[in-house]
């Protein structure tokens, strides 16, 4: 089982997609994940990463990412199949995994588009807030701290990410609409995307994946 899953910043394909890796035992690969371990561990691709405004915004450039992926994928635990988050962002990357796919005689299984209202995208990122310690991720309405402004882990201040800023926010979904949006088209044609309305709670939404994940087997 090899899936892509799509859809505009904090619709939630982080949380479905570990979801979905335990449910079929695929391993999940991020490209946000990549490029976070990259940048911290110093690597030759974390200095190109840093490079590149990600806080107000901005894509890792096709050739990175493809390159990226592409090495990702040739580990071992992906010989059964993967789960990619963050990957194809644009036309030119879903052609790239599409050749990357065909080389080893493997297809793309489905591509699963996540929607849910500008709105409600907005509110859960303005109220997400995170330890600078050890990562730890709240919400102050969702799923907040025990005790407000505190990680419940290492009692540090909480803090607020750059880019949950609305305005922020708001750019990546106009670059989403402008550059991944039309994937969408491109999966559609090839009978390969199902669309999850992922407005609702996440066991709701996880429902709705699933079946349309067992349908196909």
Do not use: W
């Not at 505009?8 to 079929?24: E, F, L, N, W």
């Not at 990357?100 to 493997?106: A, I, P, R, T, V």
């Not at 859960?124 to 309405?141: K, L, M, N, Q, W």
Request: charged share 25%; glycine share 8%.
């Amino acid at each position: 089982m090899i899936l892509v899953l799509l859809g505009p910043p904090g619709v939630g394909k982080g949380t479905q997609g570990a979801r979905i890796a335990v449910h079929y035992d695929v391993p999940t690969i991020s490209t946000g994940a990549i490029f976070r371990e990259a940048v911290a561990r110093g690597t030759e691709l974390g200095r190109i990463i840093q490079r590149v405004k990600i806080d107000q915004g901005e894509f890792v450039p096709d050739e990175i990412v493809v390159k990226a992926v592409r090495e990702r994928t040739s580990e071992h635990d992906c010989d059964t199949g993967y789960l990619l988050d963050g990957f194809p962002r644009t036309v030119p990357q879903a052609e790239a995994l599409e050749a990357m796919l065909s080389e080893k005689k493997l297809r793309l299984t489905a591509a699963i588009e996540f929607n849910a209202p500008i709105d409600q995208i907005i509110s859960r990122f303005s109220g997400r807030r995170v330890c600078p310690v050890d990562g730890a991720t709240y919400h102050i309405e969702n799923q907040p701290p025990n005790h407000a402004g505190l990680c419940d882990i290492c009692n540090s201040q909480l803090t607020t990410r750059a880019d949950d800023a609305p305005d922020i926010v708001r750019k990546r979904m106009q670059v989403f609409a402008e550059k991944t949006a039309p994937l969408l088209e491109y999966y559609s044609i090839q009978g390969l995307l199902y669309e999850i309305d992922a407005s609702a709670e996440p066991e709701t939404v996880f429902g709705q994946v699933v079946t349309v994940l067992d349908g196909l087997k």
